[in-house]
T-cell receptor, first 111, second 115 residues
Framework: TQLLEQSPQFLSIQEGENLTVYCNSSSVFSSLQWYRQEPGEGPVLLVTVVTGGEVKKLKRLTFQFGDARKDSSLHITAAQPGDTGLYLCAGAGQAGTALIFGKGTTLSVSS | EPEVTQTPSHQVTQMGQEVILRCVPISNHLYFYWYRQILGQKVEFLVSFYNNEISEKSEIFDDQFSVERPDGSNFTLKIRSTKLEDSAMYFC?????????????FGSGTQLSVL
């Protein structure tokens, strides 16, 4: 069974701080996706990484896929209250197979 | 942006009753999924559906669960005899036919409460 472990589970920071959340597994994934979920809503895709070592940037968010395609990180620069939410990573074992989700990191950014 | 629509948004049922959760995937999508999220826990895969048949299912998706695409637009999840532990937020998702990592669109979910 493929498992994705996310850390930290909870993160509470002040506006303007930087943070990194991690997504780790002992399994190799063909692709890995990061989602953000608001209360009462479904997850919304932020980014997909496919190639080992790949780095993608989305404004203040930087996503990295590990060289071995077993782990990923999300770095947020100068966090803002609007970044508050649940961040989920999800991996696909093979192309077209269902996504397996981590438990998520709940981020709270206060002003 | 196109949306996946789920109804109802909330469903309360008695243990042992049958429930049908409904989803309208994005119109030109070909792959359909059901996930669930028990309060405070992770999003769990239930089943995927492609070309009018189940393509993959998890251990959670036992004989009490079934899926159907009764027409060209709806995709339903039926739970035949609900149990207390079926209480969760159920998400429908769909995606088009594309390369690896094709974007998965989620609906807003149906909150199922089994009493």
């Amino acid at each position: 069974t493929q498992l994705l472990e996310q850390s930290p589970q909870f993160l509470s920071i002040q506006e303007g701080e930087n943070l990194t959340v991690y997504c780790n597994s002992s399994s190799v994934f063909s692709s890995l996706q990061w989602y953000r979920q608001e209360p009462g809503e479904g997850p919304v895709l932020l980014v997909t990484v496919v190639t080992g070592g790949e780095v993608k940037k989305l404004k203040r968010l930087t996503f990295q896929f590990g060289d071995a395609r077993k782990d990923s990180s999300l770095h947020i620069t100068a966090a803002q209250p609007g970044d508050t939410g649940l961040y989920l990573c999800a991996g696909a074992g093979q192309a077209g197979t269902a996504l397996i989700f981590g438990k998520g990191t709940t981020l709270s950014v206060s002003s | 942006e196109p949306e996946v629509t789920q109804t109802p948004s909330h469903q309360v049922t008695q243990m042992g009753q049958e429930v049908i959760l409904r989803c309208v995937p994005i119109s030109n999508h070909l792959y359909f999924y059901w996930y669930r999220q028990i309060l405070g826990q992770k999003v769990e895969f239930l089943v995927s559906f492609y070309n009018n048949e189940i393509s993959e299912k998890s251990e959670i998706f036992d004989d009490q669960f079934s899926v159907e695409r009764p027409d060209g637009s709806n995709f339903t999840l039926k739970i035949r005899s609900t149990k207390l532990e079926d209480s969760a937020m159920y998400f429908c998702a769909s995606r088009g036919q594309g390369a690896m990592g094709e974007k998965l669109f989620f609906g807003s979910g149906t909150q199922l409460s089994v009493l």
